[in-house]
T-cell receptor, first 116, second 113 residues
């Protein structure tokens, strides 16, 4: 089974509107971390936000928030007040185990296009 | 710039040739990771180092691939006898354990003709 599933290959959003990018995950490890990265056309992966499995509150970083629903195993990214510069690929990723554990498992990504 | 750097950014080679990529992590980061990203996919883990020790290798890392981090600073990834299926973006990331985030470099795009 896929560890990370992103079911939206592409999304469009009007500038200044909010958008939700979906991510579901699969793990039996009680300790894990969830990440979102942005990959513009230049190719570099830019870290956006992190949520730990034991965190009680949803993570927020500026215009980014993570809607963490543990029972549903979902970790959706919400971008508020979209900007043209938000157009990029967005990847959800998971780390299994405690902080400092090994590699990240990535989904297939969602291409977000912000329309002026 | 104190981020992760990778060299070269682009590499075009003929099938059967050897190629070597370099990654310079963020200074004092003790973990260094290599990932491979093919078109339309997310990055896939290849291997990682804790200081100079290579602690894990993915099954994706065939015996034609070798990675080193000799002094616990920069790392090299070598691919011997390249094949067309090796064409991909090779990403390097570093982190400071136990901090969660991995910081990625700009990647090396390999094209095997």
């Amino acid at each position: 089974a896929q560890k990370i599933t992103q079911t939206q290959p592409g999304m469009f959003v009007q500038e200044k509107e909010a958008v939700t990018l979906d991510c579901t995950y699969d793990t039996s490890d009680p300790s894990y971390g969830l990440f979102w990265y942005k990959q513009p056309s230049s190719g570099e992966m830019i870290f956006l936000i992190y949520q730990g499995s034991y965190d009680q509150q949803n993570a927020t970083e500026g215009r980014y928030s993570l809607n963490f629903q543990k029972a549903r195993k979902s970790a959706n990214l919400v971008i508020s007040a979209s900007q043209l510069g938000d157009s990029a690929m967005y990847f959800c990723a998971m780390r299994e185990g405690s902080a400092g554990a090994n590699n990240l498992f990535f989904g297939t990504g969602t291409r977000l296009t912000v329309i002026p | 710039d104190t981020g992760v750097s990778q060299d070269p950014r682009h590499k075009i080679t003929k099938r059967g040739q050897n190629v070597t990529f370099r990654c310079d992590p963020i200074s004092e980061h003790n973990r260094l990771y290599w990932y491979r990203q093919t078109l339309g996919q997310g990055p896939e883990f290849l291997t990682y180092f804790q200081n100079e020790a290579q602690l894990e290798k993915s099954r994706l890392l065939s015996d034609r691939f070798s990675a080193e981090r000799p002094k616990g600073s920069f790392s090299t990834l070598e691919i011997q006898r390249t094949e067309q299926g090796d064409s991909a973006m090779y990403l390097c990331a570093s982190s400071l354990v136990p901090v969660n985030e991995q910081f990625f470099g700009p990647g090396t795009r390999l094209t095997v003709l």
